[in-house]
């Protein structure tokens, strides 16, 4: 008898991780079937995508309740057709505000609910942890402090490490990086990526030019690498390059390119965020930043209890890299903490230890532990 899976991926990073998943539940279950929401990275896997991936994407919170009512309608028909037609199991990968109520109402129904990514409790508050555990089968945790949690609320998880450790090499090649994108090779490089949203991208592109600005009387012979996801964020840069009169000096924009831009600098500045955890695989040293608005930063330092926002402290429990949010974030701060990464060579070789150290803990082939521990589920042994 087949096996039939349903499944839910949100944005383009679920998409790929589903892809990847798919693959790995296929070599122990050729010919599994899979249908819900996904991309075309998992339509590729011969996904059954009933509704595209892309109509899960929300703007902020005026966006969502926006689309408020199209959304519940999407999980509502799935839901039924779930129900209908009885998979084996449901996947939900990511995308938590989303996946968790439909994840509650299909174990209600008596199918097993997987959920793949855990939500960040462990950064703002565990409240939700008693909804999580109403509502899935199974936690799979990309980190490895994340079971601990689980474990004592009660619910079944999984470790199955960060997928990205899987592709990053332990190694990066930073001459090839800096020949891929024209650098010589003992030039003196900051990568500055200032985020992937457009709203980031206004909070922080005039403070970058003017650490920039500062860096360079210091430094004339530094460059500065941009890397930029859309079309609309160069843009707001290049607006603010305008802006603060900064168009002739040593600082070059890229259209994507973070991977490269990254392993090809000396020092990184970066927005927190997964481009932090990038940072860390890639070994770089770096300053992390943000600024938001003033209710949105009261808020959520009310909210969190950890002593730090970026990944690659969290997951070192220590901090490894200089952390300057908020008002901290000025450019003679970001200045000074860069440039204390440029000239400490030990300090720098001590941190690519750290993080090597962290890459290994991560590397733990994702796809194929968490397609076993789906695997039970599937073939009836849990429930």
């Given amino acids: 008898m087949t096996v039939r899976i349903a499944m839910v991926a949100g944005e383009a990073s679920g998409d790929l991780l589903a892809s990847h998943l798919i693959r790995a539940i296929r070599r122990y279950l050729p010919d ?50 779930v129900r209908k037609e009885r998979p084996a199991a449901f996947i939900g990968v990511d995308a938590p505000d989303f996946n968790l109520w439909l994840e509650g109402k299909v174990k209600d129904a008596g199918i097993p609910a997987i959920h793949f990514v855990s939500p960040s409790i462990w950064a703002w508050r565990g409240g939700r942890i008693k909804r999580i555990a109403r509502s899935v089968s199974r936690m799979l945790c990309l980190f490895p402090f994340e079971p601990a949690l689980y474990e004592q609320a009660g619910v079944p998880v999984s470790y199955v490490g960060h997928p990205l450790a899987d592709v990053f090499p332990l190694c990066p090649d930073r001459a090839a990086a800096r020949e ?39 430094d004339p012979g530094l460059g500065f690498l941009v890397p930029l996801a859309t079309r609309e964020t160069r843009l707001i840069f290049e607006e603010a390059l305008h802006r603060n009169q900064a ?10 390119h973070a991977v490269e831009a990254m392993t090809a600098a000396d020092a990184v500045l970066v927005a927190s965020g997964t481009a932090s955890l990038e940072a860390a695989l890639l070994k770089r040293p770096m300053v992390i930043t943000y600024r938001i608005g003033d209710w949105q930063y009261r808020l959520m330092k009310r909210m969190a209890y950890l002593p730090w926002v970026g990944l690659p402290n969290i997951l070192c429990n220590e901090g490894l890299v200089p952390e300057l949010l908020q008002d901290d974030a000025t450019p003679e701060n970001l200045a000074a903490a860069l440039e204390a990464w440029l000239d400490d060579a030990d300090r720098c070789a001590a941190l690519e230890l750290r993080f090597t150290e962290l ?9 194929r532990k968490a397609a ?12």
């Fill in 32 to 81: 599994a079937e899979f249908f819900g929401i996904g991309g075309p990275k998992m339509q590729a896997e011969g996904f059954d995508v009933r509704w595209p991936c892309e109509l899960l994407a929300v703007h902020g919170y005026v966006d969502a309740l926006k689309r408020y009512r199209e959304l519940s309608g999407i999980r509502r028909s799935l839901l039924a057709q």
């Fill in 247 to 256: 168009t002739e000096l040593p600082i070059r924009m890229l259209f994507g």
């Fill in 359 to 367: 890459h290994l803990t991560l590397r733990q082939d994702t796809a």
């Fill in 180 to 218: 891929l994108l024209g650098l010589y090779p003992d030039s003196r490089i900051v990568a500055m990526l200032p985020g992937s949203r457009q709203s980031e991208v206004r909070n922080l592109a005039d403070i970058y030019i003017a650490t920039a600005i500062r860096m360079l009387e210091r």
């Fill in 372 to 383: 076993e521990a789906i695997l039970p589920y599937l073939n009836g042994r849990t429930t």
